[in-house]
Nanobody
């Protein structure tokens, strides 16, 4: 029932910024533990950041201080603000309702000069 539609990916130079959006329908994102995951070719999907229904956030060590997850309940959208991007951040990024099978379609982020 929950549908997640991601946008905002693209090509950016090292040190640049992108903001990913995850627009939800079918339920309110404020009710759930939401997360952003990423997956590079040939690698397992890994958790990047999460946000609870209370607004508490957690980050993977490799993005701490560079990425911010936040939520706009009026727009029913979860965001991932990515700053100081590095080539190692290149991956497909997925929005996810944690501990469920609800995933977005993924959006490609490529960090390259």
């Amino acid at each position: 029932q929950v549908q997640l539609v991601e946008s905002g990916g693209g090509l950016v130079q090292p040190g640049g910024s992108l903001r990913l959006s995850c627009a939800a329908s079918g339920s309110r994102v404020s009710l759930y533990l939401m997360g952003w995951f990423r997956q590079s070719p040939g690698k397992q999907r890994e958790l990047v950041a999460s946000i609870t229904s209370n607004g508490n956030t957690n980050y993977a060590e490799f993005v701490k201080g560079r990425f911010t997850i936040f939520r706009d309940n009026a727009k029913n959208t979860v965001y991932l603000q990515m700053n100081s991007l590095e080539p190692e951040d290149t991956a497909v990024y997925y929005c996810h309702v944690r501990f469920t099978d609800y995933w977005g379609q993924g959006t490609q982020v490529t960090v390259s000069s």
